[in-house]
């Protein structure tokens, strides 16, 4: 299965999850909710989306140090925004 359909069964499972749940996009989250989704798979693609990019995950699974930046950098903002980290 290619990785958009992956991420829209876990975005179906997330919104079967009651609790407010709501899909969060980097840098527009929303308090509220027990669970959130938050696609950063693209951060791990090259620019047309085709492939993984090897520098980011050598092996198309587990990410590299600059792989966890990445996601990082795209999980962040929503963790400040949601509260569960300090926003400095």
Known sequence: ASIEVINRALQQWVDTQGGGSRRATPGSAEPGGRVRYVDCGK??????????????????????????????????????????LPSQ
């Open 43 to 84: 951060q791990l693609l090259t620019g047309d989306g085709g492939s993984i990019l090897p520098e980011l995950m050598e092996d198309a699974l587990h990410p590299t140090p600059q792989g966890y930046k990445a996601l990082l950098k795209c999980v962040w903002p929503v963790l400040q925004q949601s509260g569960v």
